[in-house]
């Protein structure tokens, strides 16, 4: 029988990995573009097949991960996902780069709908460990920002990819031999506590739809496009690609320790009262964000990033809490098929505003799209609160 804690600990270190993996090209365009001849608004849309792959692929990795073994699933995203980022660092054309960002974002769709479906079946409580699991995933985020950036400028952009490649696939083979595939159906689900009435499901489908398609497709164009605007926007403080990295990282930081003061919220409050405050955030600091540079533009940036990785820490809460064991994984896969879509999407949209009005543009579009996060948060209905135990065996509503 598998130690809880030491399973939540390589889902939290695979939260990382999938982030990271998927911002290391965001990072590293910046310098690539040079390398390879290229503009920025011309490369960045390389990376849409991956980003796109990223959502749709989870629809299939849920199916497995419920159908097959989430365990085995996880030990081909380390595997897959290494191998991936070492092959970017071979690449020679457009073309092959283009091929092996997909293959990132295909072995990244698994950890999604599986990670997080076995971060509910292994916790004591949701929340805490969805905090948890939420700042490994924005630590992710930061350190591809800051070590693609120091990498890039020491070694090259192409060790950027190569050496956490080498690195995960290490990490897999640890998981290989510590891990077994375990069953856990029809076992006790501490982590769920909270049902809505039958009636009143539709409201929770209804507002998980709206904001994950707000929230995700924002937060993706703002990690994908934060290090390019820092290096517009902070040429007075510096042009240095490793201190820019420093400074997204530490924007990035307050976003991991807002997830995890969120999943303690949870923990002791409804969705609905965390979720309706934490709405408010987004639309204004994005807004206020395309006017700024130096420092009120990283003060304003540590507001945004504590609001979309807030939500985000809300949004897998809903399902963990809404879910049996049986159905987790699938019902994931739908959230996080719809969110990385919209997520995908993001990308292009991302270069196209930038080429429209640059990113003044680009922040007015995502700030007005999150004003629906707020119509969200006020659809969704009062929790019934029950007992963890008589959960274990009862259906989904």
């Known amino acids: 029988m598998n130690s809880p804690s030491r399973v939540i600990s390589f889902v939290n270190a695979a939260h990382f990995i999938d982030h990271y993996s998927m911002l290391i090209f965001a990072a590293a365009v910046i310098v690539m573009g040079p390398a390879l001849g290229m503009a920025y608004a011309e490369l960045l849309p390389y990376a ?12 299939l990795t849920g199916w497995l991960g419920d159908r097959w073994s989430r365990r085995h699933m996880m030990l081909i995203f380390f595997l897959g996902i290494g191998a991936s980022m070492v092959s970017v660092g071979f690449v ?40 948890l699991n939420g700042v490994w995933g924005n630590l992710g985020v930061a350190s591809s920002a800051l070590v693609t950036g120091v990498i890039g400028q020491y070694l090259g952009w192409r060790y950027a990819f190569i050496v956490p490649g080498v690195v995960t696939m290490l990490i897999g083979v640890v998981f290989a031999l510590s891990v077994v595939h375990e069953d856990r159906k029809g076992s006790k689900q501490a982590a769920a506590q909270a049902r809505v009435a039958k009636q009143d499901m539709w409201r929770v489908i209804l507002s998980l739809l709206i904001v994950v398609i707000a929230i995700s497709t924002t937060f993706n164009a703002v990690t994908v496009a934060l290090p390019k605007l820092f290096a517009e926007r902070l040429a007075d403080l510096t042009s240095s690609p490793a201190l820019l990295g420093v400074i997204a990282a530490c924007v990035y930081v ?6 995890y003061t969120i999943g303690r919220l949870l923990d002791h409050y409804s969705l609905k009262t965390v979720a309706l405050p934490l709405s408010f955030m987004l639309a ?51 959230r996080y098929f719809v969110g990385f879509t919209a997520a995908g999407a993001s990308v292009g949209l991302v270069a196209w505003l930038y080429e429209q009005g640059g990113f003044v543009t680009m922040l007015h579009a995502f700030a007005a799209l999150c004003l629906l996060a ?3 948060a006020i659809i969704l209905p009062r929790e019934i609160r029950t007992p963890a135990a008589s959960l274990a065996a009862s259906p989904a509503e």
Do not use: C
């Open 48 to 59: 849409t097949p991956g980003f796109v792959a990223f959502g749709a692929g989870s629809l």
């Open 284 to 334: 204004p600091f994005l807004y206020l964000a395309a006017s700024l540079q130096n420092l009120p533009l990283i003060l304003v940036s540590i507001g945004i990033v504590m609001g979309a990785f807030g939500q985000v820490t809300v949004n897998d809460a809903m399902v963990g809490k809404y879910t049996t064991e049986e159905w987790r994984s699938r019902a994931y896969a739908v």
């Open 374 to 376: 707020i119509a969200a």
């Open 92 to 131: 020679q054309t457009p073309a092959q780069l283009g091929a092996a960002l997909l293959a990132i974002g295909i072995f990244a769709s698994i950890y999604h709908p599986v990670g997080t479906a076995m971060i509910v079946s292994y916790a004591e409580k949701l929340g805490r460990e969805m905090g």
């Open 254 to 259: 307050f976003g991991a320790m807002t997830q």
